[in-house]
């Protein structure tokens, strides 16, 4: 019995390992097929709107008044990945716009400014070996869309009412040779030692007034002698990012830090830009989106409510100086929003 055993035996053990070699070949060939299915460009986006009008005749007291806004939220991304490199590139507007009725004689009218945020970010990664590590560069740029004055208003109030922000005045830039770690695909962490940041302000008189960053210089009571159109500094940055979908891709979550020192200037003021976006799906391609942005630059001032009344009344002069209840200074600007939206990839 045992001269047939043994070979019975060798031959079902060739057959189990020639089995399990076919299954090892052909899970690797569904995986690399997958990969490969993954490579290429991804892109997509989606939109949000914030439309709300209302309006009333003869309103009994108490009824409130009319009021109508515009706006909304746009994001696109436009990915490509390789066997061992990837590109990212993300595009992103915030817009958003009111006008009130009157409800005494001396109120202004016309459309007040919410928000207005314009940003273009772009990140390329060459993987190093077969890790989680990477070798990239990343880059950003941020401006703003709309001409606005002094008042917050879209046109001028008044006469001294001037203007103080429009497209390109200013623009934020950066660009960042470092490292990016990766150790999930919901996770990163990118690190510069000698990232670039440099604001430019394409506008002379809105220039002149100082207050977008741009380097100035003041007398002794606070009006601007000479100013550059430009800022230029070299430092250290991180960012972080994280983004996930939960409970059958219902919630979406995505999270971003970044984080600059100036080795020029101050390098110990650390400016921030902490953002948050969850998004809730209502039905397939419509969603509900909550937003919340934390931003500071210790050289990019900001509007104070000085009297608390939750009114940011300021007249800003051509020296530089401010008139009014409110006045500008450092400080960090801390953004809220919900809308819906509707998605697209494609």
């Known amino acids: 019995m045992k001269i047939f055993i043994y070979p019975l035996f060798l031959l079902l053990s060739i057959h ?31 939109i949000g709107f914030d439309l709300a009008g209302m309006g009333l005749v003869n309103p009994k007291i108490g009824a409130g008044g009319s009021r109508i806004g515009l706006g909304g939220l746009g994001t696109f991304f436009a990915n490509h990945k390789a066997e061992k490199s990837y590109w990212n590139n993300g595009f992103s507007l915030q817009l958003s716009a009111q006008r009130l009725g009157k409800s005494n004689p001396n109120q202004k009218t016309g459309f007040q400014k919410n928000l207005d945020v314009l940003r273009l970010t772009s990140r390329y990664g060459y993987q190093l070996g077969t890790g989680k590590w990477f ?12 001409k606005t004055y002094a008042s917050n208003y879209l046109t001028p109030i008044d006469a001294n009412d001037k203007v103080v922000a429009k497209f390109l005045a200013p623009v934020q830039l950066t660009f960042s040779p470092g490292i990016d770690y990766k150790p999930t695909p919901h996770l990163s962490f990118f ?15 809105i220039a002149a007034r100082g207050i977008h960053g741009n380097k100035v210089t003041r007398e ?10 430009s800022f230029f500094g070299l430092g250290s940055e991180f960012k972080a990012a994280y983004n996930n979908k939960y409970f059958n891709d219902r919630l979406s979550v995505t999270n971003g830090l ?3 020192s100036n080795y020029l200037d101050n390098p110990q003021n ?30 990019v001032l900001v509007q104070k409510d000085g009297n608390g009344d939750g009114i940011y009344q300021i007249q800003l002069n051509a020296d530089g100086t401010t008139t009014g ?3 500008i200074g450092r ?3 801390l953004t809220g929003a919900f809308l819906l939206k509707f998605s697209k990839i494609f």
């Open 16 to 46: 189990v390992n020639l089995f399990a070699q076919a299954g090892d070949d052909r899970l690797k060939e569904i995986s690399a097929m997958a990969k490969k299915d993954s490579l290429g460009w991804t892109k997509g986006g989606g």
């Open 135 to 146: 070798l990239a560069a990343d880059a950003f740029a941020q401006t703003l869309i709309l």
């Open 191 to 205: 690190y510069s030692p000698c990232g670039i940041q440099m604001i430019f302000v394409s506008d002379d008189s």
């Open 220 to 229: 002794a009571d606070g009006s601007i002698s000479k100013y550059s159109k």
């Open 258 to 260: 970044r984080l600059f």
């Open 270 to 299: 650390i400016d921030v830009l902490f953002s948050n976006n969850f998004s809730i799906v209502i039905f397939k391609g419509l969603s509900l989106d909550l937003l919340g942005e934390y931003f500071y630059d210790h050289d």
């Open 325 to 327: 209840p409110d006045r």
């Open 331 to 333: 400080g960090g600007q």
